[in-house]
């Protein structure tokens, strides 16, 4: 490999990993997002669970009375 083709194969690697850490930083970006985003639902659901006044709440539906725990899941 002569100078010329060392200096751009040395390039192109530079190239690669800048592309490579703006990728990285983009990911961090979408990471905290996502942790913001679970965070504030996790938080509203706790709130809303607590201003629940029965923990046991019924629906009716087609296939009978269904009860659900104080987290919204359905009792079994």
């Known amino acids: 490999?002569?100078?010329?083709?060392?200096?751009?194969?040395?390039?192109?690697?530079?190239?690669?990993?800048?592309?490579?850490?703006?990728?990285?930083?983009?990911?961090r970006e979408l990471e905290e997002r996502v942790e913001q985003y679970v965070s504030e639902k996790t938080r509203i659901g706790q709130s809303k669970v607590a201003l629940k006044p029965n923990p046991r709440i019924q629906e009716r539906s087609i296939m009978g009375t269904v009860e659900f725990d104080p987290n919204g899941f359905p009792a079994t």
């Open 1 to 27: 490999m002569d100078q010329g083709h060392h200096a751009a194969f040395l390039q192109e690697i530079r190239n690669d990993l800048a592309e490579a850490a703006a990728r990285i930083k983009e990911l």
